[in-house]
């Protein structure tokens, strides 16, 4: 990953009196995956739109490779999408979809060709080029979307949720190929999605956002294990978030309990929000052995664990995975490495 | 028994609906210039039909406003639904009812009104009121062709095309228009049919200077039917029902059909 070929100043987009995307700042760098995540009307498909040249900004500027980009209209913009829902043409078949950009560009025919016929071998399309695009499957259209992105040769690829309309085993198997596909051809990828599992999967850097603003830029990693508010804790993952006050360095208190942790730096008692994962949380048979002792509520079978609901003696429920079920009604109980607590400061209450 | 009832009973109803077209197409061909008998098997009516210049000459006008209402109302239709497509709900809903007016309005209205408001502004009857006439009653129907398939279309179709390097003008004739053709086609084929039908506001809008053949076949039957009327009717019924059977196959197959 080297020089930084896409960045956003200020960027601000209004819809009448709602502020979709307020005043952001983002630097991607090149050959870098990077995922716009957040649930639907935080202003990632708005972002994603400004930097394709869809929606003019309203204030702010982008920059694409140092040079200033919001007066180029889109069609003289070296970016290129793959749009929701596909928007392939009806009335073409697939090699023309493939190839009209290249038609535009005024490239030879054997030319054009040749690239699409490349193409059409690298999303596994070899054979299809006279067939109607109304004759595909959702996830051959796919890559036939992706095909005539990629066939211009764009040094960075838009993707506006590409998998929202497959199932989830054909999403799963396109998340690797997209991922493979990017690797390959070494380009950045701007990506849109609302499902953090995808974006945990794919990405080298994650946005999390939330009311047009970024909450988090992170590695997935760095994004689950160290949420920097309840919001991201809360969207990325399941979780437990608890008010607590921090006594003092490495530690900090709530309920009944004090727990050891590994951060520092706030102030004597200030309030903060910690977040324990479900799986971080141990349970052990003998209640005394526990740092919270709590009765086991319910137990679902999820499959690769059970999720048990334990309420502790102060009231408070944990959800807690492990692969091993412990009745409902028994006492037990559940201790936390200092590690696994991960302490914010206090946001807004959600 | 149930079965035999429906089937008798939508018998009875083709019956009604085709038996006048069917005697009128079977007496043009009567050699028996009455109305009552059967005299055997003629062309004659036919071949008279085109040895009258009045008639010839009707078929001339009827023809040339047929094809330019529906060229200009196809355009002009065409561009209105892009135009109403990408309006904001209440703007559309507005438009649309607006346009659907004319539709359900009666032809003798605005037949009448069209005559009024072209005498009012001092333009005389003739060919070109007529084709106004023809033009505006068109319109309508084709925006009510066309705006389907643009709602049916990806609404990021356009973006996708400039995505690729398209500038919008290239985006609209190589991408918008041949997505939406199957509609415009149908539009076009309607607002020909109309146009060739039409008799009421063709009547009200001519004056004196022309004539199309529903206005000459209406005054030719005042001073009695002649059986040449009857063969012009079998050839207008004749032209109208392969256009509806065209439009109605391409409706059904849902894409386009090249004409």
């Given at each position: 990953m080297g020089r930084n070929i896409i960045e956003l100043k200020n960027l601000t987009k209004r819809f009448g009196d709602v502020t979709v995307v307020n005043n952001i700042n983002l630097t991607i760098k090149?050959?870098?995956?990077?995922?716009?995540?957040?649930?639907?009307?935080?202003?990632?498909?708005?972002?994603?739109?400004?930097?394709?040249?869809?929606?003019?900004?309203?204030?702010?500027?982008i920059f694409f490779e140092g040079k200033l980009l919001n007066p180029i209209p889109a069609y003289k913009r070296n970016i290129n999408t793959v749009f929701q829902r596909y928007a392939l043409f009806t009335h073409m078949n697939v090699f023309e979809n493939i190839?009209?950009?290249?038609r535009i560009k005024k490239i030879p025919k054997d030319e054009i060709e040749k690239r699409v016929k490349r193409m059409l071998k690298l999303?596994?399309?070899?054979?299809?080029?006279?067939?109607?695009?109304?004759?595909?499957?959702?996830?051959?259209?796919?890559?036939?979307?992706?095909?005539?992105?990629?066939?211009?040769?764009p040094k960075v690829l838009l993707l506006d949720e590409p998998l929202g309309a497959l199932d989830l085993k054909l999403r799963k198997e396109m998340q690797i190929e997209l991922l493979d596909m990017q690797r390959s051809i070494g380009i950045t990828f701007i990506y849109v999605t609302h499902d953090q599992e995808e974006a945990l999967t794919m990405s080298d850097t994650v946005v999390v956002m939330n009311n047009g603003v970024i909450q988090q830029v992170g590695t997935p990693q760095d994004i689950y294990n160290e949420p920097i508010n309840r919001f991201v804790a809360d969207f990325i993952g399941e979780s437990n978030i608890i008010e607590a006050v921090m006594l003092e360095d490495y530690k900090v208190a709530f309920d009944d309990v004090v727990l050891d942790c590994v951060d520092k730096g706030f102030a004597k008692n200030e309030p903060v929000d910690i977040v324990i994962r479900p799986?971080?949380?141990?349970?052990?048979?003998?209640?005394?052995?526990?740092?919270?002792?709590?009765?086991?509520?319910?137990?679902?079978?999820?499959?690769?664990?059970?999720?048990?609901?334990?309420?502790?003696?102060?009231?408070?429920?944990?959800?807690?995975?492990?692969?091993?079920?412990f009745p409902v009604g028994s006492y037990v109980g559940m201790n936390v490495q200092p590690f696994d607590i991960q302490v914010m400061k206090r946001g807004d209450p959600l | 028994?149930?079965?035999?009832?429906?089937?008798?009973?939508?018998?009875?109803?083709?019956?009604?609906?085709?038996?006048?077209?069917?005697?009128?197409?079977?007496f043009s061909f009567n050699k028996s210039?009455?109305?009552?008998?059967?005299?055997?098997?003629?062309?004659?009516?036919?071949?008279?039909?085109?040895?009258?210049?009045?008639?010839?000459?009707?078929?001339?006008?009827t023809l040339l406003v047929a094809v330019l209402s529906t060229l200009i109302s196809t355009i002009v239709g065409t561009i209105a639904a892009l135009g109403i497509n990408n309006m904001g709900k209440f703007s559309r809903s507005v438009i649309l009812n607006i346009n659907n007016l004319p539709v359900l309005n009666p032809d003798i209205v605005t037949g009448v009104a069209l005559m009024t408001l072209f005498i009012s502004v001092?333009?005389?009857?003739?060919?070109?009121?007529?084709?106004?006439?023809?033009?505006?009653?068109?319109?309508?129907?084709?925006?009510?062709?066309?705006?389907?398939?643009?709602?049916?279309?990806?609404?990021?179709?356009?973006?996708?095309?400039?995505?690729?390097?398209?500038?919008?003008?290239?985006?609209?004739?190589?991408?918008?228009?041949?997505?939406?053709?199957p509609g415009i086609i149908s539009g076009a084929l309607m607002a020909f049919t109309l146009s060739i039908d039409d008799f009421v506001i063709s009547f009200f809008t001519a004056g004196t200077s022309a004539t199309n053949l529903s206005i000459l076949i209406y005054s030719m039957a005042k001073r009695g039917v002649k059986p040449t009327i009857n063969a012009l009717s079998t050839l207008m019924f004749t032209v109208v029902l392969i256009l509806m059977l065209i439009i109605n196959k391409k409706s059904e197959k849902g894409e386009e059909i090249l004409l």
């Open positions: 090149e050959n870098e995956f990077v995922t716009l995540l957040g649930p639907s009307g935080c202003g990632k498909t708005t972002t994603l739109r400004m930097i394709g040249g869809f929606e003019e900004p309203d204030e702010g500027q190839a009209f950009g290249l999303v596994d399309l070899e054979g299809f080029e006279k067939r109607n695009v109304d004759s595909l499957s959702g996830g051959q259209q796919q890559r036939v979307a992706i095909a005539r992105a990629l066939v211009n040769e799986e971080d949380i141990r349970i052990v048979t003998n209640p005394d052995e526990g740092m919270i002792k709590g009765t086991v509520k319910s137990v679902i079978f999820k499959g690769v664990h059970y999720e048990m609901m334990i309420e502790s003696d102060t009231g408070r429920e944990y959800m807690v995975h492990r692969t091993i079920a | 028994m149930k079965k035999a009832v429906k089937r008798i009973y939508m018998g009875i109803i083709f019956l009604f609906l085709y038996a006048p077209i069917i005697v009128l197409i079977v210039k009455s109305r009552g008998q059967w005299g055997g098997f003629t062309l004659d009516w036919y071949v008279d039909l085109f040895k009258d210049r009045q008639i010839r000459e009707a078929l001339y006008f001092k333009i005389e009857l003739g060919f070109v009121t007529m084709l106004i006439a023809h033009i505006v009653f068109s319109i309508p129907y084709v925006i009510l062709a066309v705006l389907p398939k643009l709602r049916q279309m990806n609404k990021h179709i356009a973006e996708a095309a400039m995505d690729l390097g398209a500038t919008p003008s290239y985006a609209l004739r190589k991408v918008i228009i041949p997505e939406i053709a």
